[in-house]
């Protein structure tokens, strides 16, 4: 998956906290540890460039990535899984209730 490739060719903003996870150790520890199944839906906070939300997508029915940057939306939409779903927006003025109608697992990658 080449994340490091990936990872470099992207200007991280400090002013947003950007950090990519590039372990893919790491990405499996957080997988395994949420314990997913398949008829999940999944929110995650600031998906970035989707290194964990590709992974999760190969585990889960539907992923919500939420994600305030253009640059990183725009890599998000690359993507080619069909239950990724992404919301462009600030995760504090977020309003869960209006995304899902169900209990749901959040992941995200604080650094």
Known sequence: MRYIERAKKFRAKKRLGQNFLVDENIIKK???TADLSA????????????FVTERLA??????IAIEL???AVYELNILPYP?????QQDILKTDFSQ???KPVKIIANIP
């Open 99 to 101: 995304l899902v109608e």
């Open 39 to 50: 008829d999940e839906t999944v929110i995650e906070i600031g998906a970035g460039l989707g």
């Open 69 to 71: 940057d253009d640059d």
């Open 58 to 63: 190969q585990h889960v029915k539907k992923i």
């Open 30 to 32: 957080i997988i395994d």
């Open 83 to 87: 239950n990724i779903k992404i919301v």
